[in-house]
């Protein structure tokens, strides 16, 4: 399957940067996450959730230590059931508790990361997890991009599915009770799913600048939208574009990846701020 | 449109619902008893208004009967032989709070209220159909394509009637739907409500501080505050010495007014 994608980028992207392998899988990588975190940040944003997501980034770093401590090579599976279990934690904390809910998290983001540092840096040994602050889209396997297509196609359907309950219980929870969806229900669904995303992603883009990546392209298509189509319409194209020019750019400038499209999606972002009156 | 050609539009048999029974109804919410010792009956095709102060529980009420609040005792809605069903329900919240830089239209809310294809792909044309359809029945087919920050109070308050109504409810809850449209506006509104009501067999449970409105226009009036104070007609509510004396003058001047000469406060009356 990646010979067909190989002899497909030497056939229409005959350039000097096509020529490695990496790039290959990496320009793959790259169209299969912008859909991803195109259809997610929109909800993400429209459910206010950007500090929840926010928090589940940065949990990753207890998540790995948990799966380091367990003795396991490539934590990734520890650290989305660990996720997972935190979401969970955190919708049941929201309910239960009647504070406010960015107190509630963000005293679980803060320890979450204390927790993951203090574990990881036993015996001065946190230098080797920093691949994980920064990212590196770079190094992705054909494996992972196969893993990240599963995920997308995942999302896919369960938003053909699912979506307009999402979108009723993210406009008004009382409202989306009244037509008969189960809205504490929808919103863990929810919740799962964005940790799910979240994690799986963490080690190609780096935990500090996930929620970046997920938020600035749905904020900006946010500035020129005004229905539904339009939002995602514009996030996906925001995020398709900021993460091409984004891959080019760090190869010619050898910068991180994952930096370096956040930085064409804040563009993007002050761009349409500027625009903003023209369209509300 | 006309209010006869809606009615003829929402082609429906009388619903199977006969009455909503409230016994011994109650809500606690964490150590604060709201409502306590509720018992009501609202049969099918009735307009029930609860009108009490500020803090009466209304709302709450209304939140326990949609499930949205845990109550105590017992709540049944029953058919003609009296078994229990499921019913559909509508509602108009009091205010909807959303964000107002959301980019939802009006034409997404309202389809992604009626079926589950997802509102970000394209609207079929069908849908558009139906969805302008019915926000015609309450005079707001304009608004289809509005993002729902953009709306008014009363241009908002007119799309989640449309939408309570979509598909026709058996019980239809109405939380102080009019408190910010105007006078005509109100009318239209109640003209609306009634004429859904007699058509349908529909219940209807409106809160509301329009004593004046609710006079010409309910069936029945209860009074709440924390518990059932008063249940009956609007004349015999408003005529009781009692009521008059703990809920003050100003009810009867309400009513005074009202009983007098009620087309008076229709054509130049603001009431709050």
Redesign the interface.
Known sequence: MMETWYALVNHLLPFAWTQHTFMKNALLAVLLVSPLFA?MG?MVV?N?MAFFSDTIGHSALTGIAIGVLLGFQDPLWIMVIFSVLLALAISVLKTLTNASTDTTIGAVSATMVALGIVILSRGGGFNKFSRFLVGDLLSINPDEVLLLAFTLAGVVIL???M???F??V???P??A???GIPVRLIDTLFCITTAVIVTISIQWVGILIINSLLILPAAA??NI????????VASLLITFTSGIAGLLMSYYWSTATGATIVLFAALFYLGTLLVKPRFA | MSKVSIIQKTHRESCGLCHTKLKNFGVTIGRTEILRDIDLHIQCGELTALVGPNGAGKTTLLKAILGEIRHTGELSFLDAGDCRRNPVVGYVPQRLDFDPGSPVSVLDLFSACLSSWPVCLVHSRRRRERVSAGLASVQAEHLLDRRLGDLSGGELQRVLLAMALEPNPDLLLLDEPVSGIDVQGKEIFYDLVSNLRKQYDLSIILVSHDWSLVSNHADRIVLLDRTVQRCGTPQEVFSDERILRTYGPAISKDTEQTFLKPRLIHNGGVRA
Do not use: C, P
């Not at chain 1, 939208?225 to 995602?232: D, G, V």
């Open positions: 259809i929109t429209n206010k938003w053909g599915v979506f307009n309950k979108l009723l993210s406009v008004n009382s409202l009770h009244s037509r298509a946010r939208s005004r229905s539904m189509r339009q939002y995602h």
